[in-house]
């Protein structure tokens, strides 16, 4: 193992922990190198100092209070709700437009059996929705 | 990594008090410590934390589950925090002559010195370095709030160590 190597598993071992063999490959160069030893000991008093300075202060308890009056004060609106309703209408329209004009059927007829489609896509859908709410 | 399955199942039902409440329970705190490590000041950490989750509240029917919640969370928790600096480093630009004292509650308060090795680090090694020792020493914890991948966390930690014993040295 290099000095270059050295320092690298050096920063690792404060990241995690290091394999048992590259523990021990460190250890033999750090009897070996002064240089590197020393850099280790610089980095096990940064560690210290690092672990006593950052803490890290709770949350106070009247957090989720506050929370709550700033979250009444501003409700969300009732639309957003009902926006996955209004984009399958929406989207639902727009589709049998499509129709109206692609398919080579009357307009009455492809509007009427396109807006059954849409009406009992809707329908199962709201179904559905319902019945997983209730479990 | 945490799974959120279950608020995504209750997203897809529409029940966002459920699955927000269940979201406050598991971010809160680690949202207010990725707030504390931008901001540095506990009492503006616990203000933007509730920005962040008033900002979640109102966005939660617009989720589309492309992203994993606590990435979109932690997304919202950063822009938050940064658009609050900006707003707030155009206020202390012309205010930092008055500069109070840094208040009690200041995550380094009593250790003025490290603080200001800290303070001379590049923004990004700044912020993965008070994260880590603020997460536990947790690089995977670290890279999913700040978005990054695990071995650039790695890479920045690593530096911020070098430049931190260098500066010791001298």
Same mark, same amino acid.
């Given at each position: 193992?290099?000095?270059?190597?050295?320092?690298?598993?050096?920063?690792?071992?404060?990241?995690?922990?290091?394999?048992?063999?590259?523990?021990?490959?460190?250890?033999?160069?750090?009897?070996?190198?002064?240089?590197?030893?020393?850099?280790?000991?610089?980095?096990?008093?940064?560690?210290?100092?690092?672990?006593?300075? /950052?803490?890290?202060?709770?949350?106070?308890?009247?957090?989720?209070?506050?929370?709550?009056?700033?979250?009444?004060?501003?409700?969300?609106?009732?639309?957003?709700?009902?926006?996955?309703?209004?984009?399958?209408?929406?989207?639902?329209?727009?589709? /049998?437009?499509?129709?109206?004009?692609?398919?080579?059927?009357?307009?009455?007829?492809?509007?009427? /059996?396109?807006?059954?489609?849409?009406? /009992?896509?809707?329908?199962?859908?709201?179904?559905?929705?319902?019945?997983?709410?209730?479990? | 990594?945490?799974?959120?399955?279950?608020?995504?199942?209750?997203?897809?039902? =529409?029940?966002?008090?459920?699955?927000?409440?269940?979201?406050?329970?598991?971010?809160?705190?680690?949202?207010? =410590?990725?707030?504390?490590? +931008?901001?540095?000041?506990?009492?503006?950490?616990?203000?933007?934390?509730?920005? +962040?989750?008033?900002?979640?509240?109102?966005?939660?029917?617009?989720?589309?589950?492309?992203?994993?919640?606590?990435?979109?969370?932690?997304?919202?928790?950063?822009?938050?925090?940064?658009?609050?600096?900006?707003?707030?480093? +155009?206020?202390?630009?012309?205010?930092?002559?008055?500069?109070?004292?840094?208040? =009690?509650?200041?995550?380094?308060?009593?250790?003025?010195?490290?603080?200001?090795?800290?303070?001379?680090?590049?923004?990004? @090694? =700044?912020?993965?370095?008070?994260?880590?020792?603020?997460?536990? @020493?947790?690089?995977?914890?670290?890279? @999913?709030?700040?978005?990054?991948?695990?071995?650039?966390?790695?890479?920045?930690?690593?530096?911020?160590?070098?430049?931190?014993?260098?500066?010791?040295?001298?």
């Amino acid at each position: 193992m290099d000095c270059q190597e050295a320092k690298e598993k050096l920063q690792e071992s404060f990241d995690g922990a290091l394999s048992l063999e590259d523990r021990r490959q460190l250890e033999k160069h750090l009897i070996a190198c002064p240089g590197c030893a020393q850099f280790g000991e610089l980095l096990n008093a940064l560690d210290l100092r690092l672990k006593e300075a /950052i803490r890290a202060p709770r949350l106070s308890p009247g957090f989720r209070a506050a929370l709550q009056t700033r979250i009444d004060r501003r409700p969300r609106g009732l639309w957003t709700h009902w926006l996955p309703d209004v984009a399958y209408l929406v989207g639902s329209g727009a589709g /049998i437009l499509c129709c109206v004009y692609l398919l080579p059927f009357s307009a009455s007829s492809v509007l009427w /059996i396109g807006t059954l489609v849409a009406a /009992i896509g809707y329908s199962f859908q709201t179904l559905l929705l319902s019945s997983l709410e209730e479990l | 990594m945490m799974k959120d399955e279950d608020v995504d199942e209750l997203l897809r039902r =529409r029940r966002y008090e459920r699955a927000f409440g269940l979201l406050l329970d598991r971010y809160q705190e680690k949202v207010f =410590r990725l707030a504390l490590s +931008i901001v540095k000041e506990a009492g503006r950490a616990e203000e933007v934390t509730q920005d +962040i989750f008033l900002k979640l509240w109102q966005a939660l029917p617009f989720y589309d589950g492309r992203a994993a919640l606590s990435t979109w969370l932690y997304t919202i928790a950063r822009n938050t925090c940064y658009s609050m600096f900006r707003k707030e480093s +155009i206020r202390t630009a012309v205010t930092i002559e008055g500069r109070a004292e840094p208040s =009690r509650d200041e995550i380094l308060s009593q250790h003025a010195e490290i603080k200001e090795l800290l303070e001379r680090l590049p923004t990004v @090694q =700044r912020e993965v370095i008070t994260l880590f020792y603020l997460e536990d @020493q947790s690089i995977q914890d670290v890279a @999913q709030m700040l978005d990054l991948p695990q071995g650039t966390v790695k890479s920045h930690l690593h530096r911020a160590r070098r430049a931190l014993a260098d500066m010791m040295r001298s």
